[in-house]
């Protein structure tokens, strides 16, 4: 167990909703990663939070928003939602200051099956 | 732009095979490397390098990193059963505001 908690651990919906999902990070970590894995694919990096604000971006989509709250966990916010979002969503927290500290912790990943 | 390249995709063995994961990079502002093992869900962490020519070991498992070439290798000894995953590379620059993952090399450990 790593410590990072992501719900739901899978999710079905339709094309053109929105799904909204939630990552805890392990106690002490400030920094939250968010990325997406397709089917036999990397995992592709969409967002990064430090302490509450947002750090760094990838290839995330203008459908796709996230936040990290006062209490440091984050949301993903999915929406207009289509086939190809289909896929393993990671949440991954570091402390992020030092080398010591710079592991990623993944959590168990939330599925998203867009029908 | 910044990039992780691993090799072999996938690779087939027997158990008791040596195997070398091979991993490649380009980033601006390296600060280190890491290796994670993913089997059915969250990749685990087992190695992060920072030094070149400095072996890290684990049991049959050992990984060194070469900054000069901008490379790594995951040597694994006397595979077994239970090696079988999907093995992912990553590096990461000095503010940690990223991870670049590679898209992993699949292992398939036969008895």
């Known amino acids: 167990d790593s410590g990072v908690t992501q719900t739901p651990k899978h999710l079905i919906t339709a094309t053109g909703q929105r799904v909204t999902l939630r990552c805890s990070p392990r106690?002490?970590?400030?920094?939250v990663y968010w990325y997406q894995q397709s089917l036999d694919q990397g995992l592709q990096f969409l967002i990064q939070y430090y302490n509450g604000e947002e750090r760094a971006k990838g290839n995330i989509l203008e459908r796709f928003s996230a936040q990290q709250f006062p209490d440091l966990h984050s949301e993903l916010n999915l929406s207009s939602l289509e086939l190809g979002d289909s896929a393993l969503y990671f949440c991954?927290?570091?402390?992020?200051?030092?080398?010591?500290?710079?592991?990623?912790?993944f959590g168990e990943g939330s599925r998203l099956t867009v029908l | 732009e910044d990039k992780v390249v691993q090799s072999p995709l996938s690779l087939v063995v027997h158990e008791g095979d040596t195997v070398t994961l091979n991993c490649s990079y380009e980033v601006t502002n390296f600060r280190s490397l890491l290796w994670y093992k993913q089997e059915k869900k969250a990749p685990t962490f087992l190695f992060m390098l920072?030094?070149?020519?400095i072996e890290k070991k684990s049991g049959r498992l050992s990984s060194i990193l070469d900054k000069k070439e901008l490379f790594s290798i995951l040597n694994i000894t006397a595979t077994q059963t239970g090696d079988s995953a999907v093995y992912l590379c990553?590096?990461?620059?000095?503010?940690?505001?990223?991870?670049?993952f590679g898209s992993g090399t699949k292992l398939n450990v036969k008895p």
């Open positions: 920072t030094s070149s020519g």
């Open positions: 990553a590096v990461t620059p000095y503010n940690f505001n990223k991870f670049y």
């Open positions: 991954a927290s570091s402390v992020g200051v030092s080398e010591v500290d710079g592991e990623l912790f």
């Open positions: 106690s002490g970590d400030l920094s």
